[in-house]
């Protein structure tokens, strides 16, 4: 096994275990469905998640283009994934029986959750740059006004408590990233 590989288990194994949070959390409320009362905007988040997902678990094939790989190199990657897994447990605790639904548990961690979120745009773009500046060039500067937009949103959005702003951001974000992923990713190689 050469050490792209390797890599690729561990990015792999993160993935699998923030899917796995995701869908258990999802199949908690469709097994329970009055248990916790649920809050759209929430589940557009988590739809959020699991779309980025499935695009990071894809986007990172460019890796196997490094040929050399050293120990903060691997760590990086590692730490993005982490993050991924940490917004996913953000989004579905162990249990919410504190708070008055998803709703009020949502606006409760919204600072958590966006200010990871936030990172998470920074770390996206390091990323980008690991698979060269000829990638960053390919993606154009729709790729950069993109992670700006977003940063930006997710730091207002770990403030503010306007709900149409919340569902705003999550219905548009969604939407874009899932359309985006399509044009810009849809074959590798």
């Not at 759209?40 to 094939?61: D, K």
């Not at 993606?139 to 940063?151: D, K, N, P, Q, S």
């Amino acid at each position: 096994m050469d050490l792209y590989q390797h890599v690729r288990v561990v990015v792999s194994i993160l993935v699998s275990f923030s899917l796995t949070h995701l869908l258990k959390g999802v199949a908690r409320i469709v097994q329970h469905p009055g248990r916790e009362r649920v809050y759209w905007v929430h589940l557009i988040w988590v739809w959020f998640m699991f779309v980025y997902l499935i695009t990071f678990w894809w986007w990172e094939f460019r890796l196997e283009q490094i040929s050399a790989w050293t120990l903060p190199l691997y760590l990086f990657v590692i730490v993005y994934g982490v993050l991924l897994y940490f917004l996913c447990a953000l989004l579905f605790p162990d249990d919410v029986k504190e708070y008055n639904g998803f709703r009020d548990y949502f606006y409760s961690r919204r600072g958590w959750f966006f200010g990871v979120l936030a990172v998470l745009w920074i770390v996206d773009f390091f990323d980008t740059l690991i698979k060269g500046f000829a990638r960053l060039n390919e993606l154009g500067i729709e790729y950069e006004v993109r992670a700006v937009i977003y940063f930006g949103c997710s730091l207002v959005a770990m403030k503010a408590k306007s709900p149409r702003f919340h569902a705003g951001f999550a219905v548009v974000g969604s939407l874009y990233e899932l359309f985006y992923f399509f044009r810009q990713f849809f074959t590798v190689g």
